[in-house]
């Protein structure tokens, strides 16, 4: 209950703008709309326990307690980051006794993936027999951070940024409370949503810090930025917003996408990314995405991360910058990527099988004796330098391991394996096999 002297305190402008009404949660309505999942729970007063994951200043809390409030819902709020097992044990307790006489508990944990495992386990008796309605909330991804046993038992609706749509609704909501318009030209106010980064929340801390100023003059970008900081974007190193924009990054160079590789490299330099983590992160691509399509891409991935420790941060990120255009810019090809899965598939198929013998070396009496090293021909002294001989295991017929597109280099390298190929079947080796092939494994 708030007293008398509370409700006169000062409130901030977000918690003023608090909705009432579910309908009036902006940027949410996929959830909250009549045929979303939480409209329907309403519509028939039925809720189930759920985890309500988004990015900050979403909405999050606010449509926690206006689900307890639409249906009469006793709310009980704890924060992971704040709360223990007493806290805990505490509520449960205080909603058994609830539950007696017939009223239903909302139990609302902010930052929920905070609690370890022993702690979440502690949720299952009571979200199972429906003494608390449990429904948290979470930056994080469910699938990574809550165990598999609660997640059984919620359902998981997801939260969107808010959209430039959204926030300028927020921002006519904000002026209507203040009771006058911010002192920002439209450039301005166009800059300020973009600095809120979806965050609700955010927007209007910045526009009551705003609202203190004078009509005129209004404000242009330049002056705005003068006076509210500038936002760090909302990026965690060890937590799936790195693995978004690494995947984003990646697939943009694997898309020959130039300038969306750029903005993702972007991205993760500004929120504070390891630039060292990146330039492992192209080396890789080089190999995989690239590989002897372009057999300059992997020493110009070795050659920018060369540069880039020897210059350090910012100038030996346009090394980086200009990898990230070569390798987008570049033919692509996986062979190698896909020549050492089957590799090691046809490994693991085949066992602890012997080379061939005419290949084996024999450095002693006993082994020549048993024919190691017999009638292998030194290509070199070969016609074309290639013997034809076949390397494969006796008993393992050969297979196309390494199949060379037609981009790039590549071209060139199908072309001489065709060659050889040919010469192949064409001369008889005179140890092993005749290096035949499955014509289902031919180029």
Known sequence: MTTLFESQAPRPLADRLRPGRIQDVVGQDHLVGRDGPIGRMLATAHLTSMILWGPPGTGKTTIARLLAEHTDLRFEALSAVFSGVADLRRVFDAARKRRET?????????????????????????????TVILVGATTENPSFELNPPLLSRCRVLVLNRLDDG???????????????????????????????????????????????LPEEPRLDPAALARVVQQRVPVYDKDREGHYNLISALHKSL?????????????????????????????????VEDVGLAV??????????????????????????????????????SNALYRAERAAVAAARETGSMMPPRHILNAPTRLMKELGYGEN???????????????????????????????????RRIADRLEEWERLRAERKAPAGKTGTVDPQERL
Request: hydrophobic residues 40%.
């Open 376 to 410: 292998y021909v030194y290509d070199h002294d070969a016609p074309d330098a290639f013997s034809g001989q076949d390397y494969f295991p006796e008993g393992m017929a050969r297979r196309r391991l390494y199949r060379p597109t037609g981009r790039g280099f590549e």
């Open 254 to 286: 694997r898309g020959s996408d130039a300038d969306a590789a750029l903005y993702w490299f972007a991205r993760m330099i500004v929120g504070g990314e390891d630039p060292r983590y990146i330039a492992r992160r192209l080396v890789r691509f080089a």
């Open 166 to 212: 959204a926030l300028s609704e927020l921002l006519a909501r904000a002026e209507r409370e203040l009771g006058r318009p911010l002192p920002l030209d439209d450039d301005a106010r166009a800059a300020l949503r973009a600095m809120a980064d979806g965050d609700g929340r955010y927007l209007l801390n910045m526009a009551e810090a705003l609202a203190d």
């Open 102 to 130: 017939g009223q239903g508990t909302l139990l609302f944990i902010d930052e929920i993936h905070r609690f370890n495992r022993a702690q979440q386990d502690g949720f299952l008796p009571y979200v199972e027999d429906g």
């Open 295 to 332: 057999p300059d891409a992997l020493p110009q991935a070795l050659a920018a991360w060369d540069a880039y420790e020897r210059l350090g941060s910012p100038e030996g990120e346009l090394a980086l910058v200009q990898c990230v255009v070569f390798l987008a810019t570049a033919p692509k």
